[in-house]
């Protein structure tokens, strides 16, 4: 599976930024995608997911109600895409940012790094 996230910048607190991913390889929309996010000298943190079939979500406490994940069924080169709306931005978002396929076929709901792929990431700043 190949995963490319793009769409990071810098941004003011309180902006908003998004972000997209191309996803390709394997039958990428059996998979749930999510986006993790890492801070400097941290771990990987869980933000958002969503079931590709059906569209179901489920975000981190620390993002919902600001962040909004989607996906856009339409195919570009055999690439699926996969989106996070990011609002009213903090600087604690500050991050890069992963997109993720699961490991496992219709899987929903994994909250941890090892259960998916992912690949380059993309460089949020958020200032105050």
């Known amino acids: 599976v190949q995963l490319q996230a793009s769409g990071g910048g810098l941004v003011q607190a309180g902006g908003s930024l998004r972000l997209s991913c191309a996803a390709s390889g394997r039958r990428i929309n059996r998979y749930s995608i999510a986006w993790f996010r890492q801070a400097p000298g941290k771990e990987h943190e869980f933000v958002a997911v969503?079931?590709?079939?059906?569209?179901?979500?489920?975000?981190?406490?620390s993002v919902k109600g600001r962040f909004i994940i989607s996906r856009d069924n339409a195919r570009d080169n055999d690439r699926n895409f996969v989106y996070l709306q990011m609002n009213s931005l903090k600087p604690e978002d500050t991050a890069v940012y992963h997109c993720?396929?699961?490991?496992?076929?219709?899987?929903?709901?994994?909250?941890?790094?090892?259960?998916?792929?992912y690949g380059q990431g993309t460089l949020v700043t958020v200032s105050s």
């Open positions: 993720a396929a699961d490991r496992i076929m219709g899987r929903f709901g994994a909250s941890r790094i090892d259960d998916y792929d």
């Open positions: 969503i079931r590709w079939i059906g569209g179901n979500t489920w975000y981190a406490d």
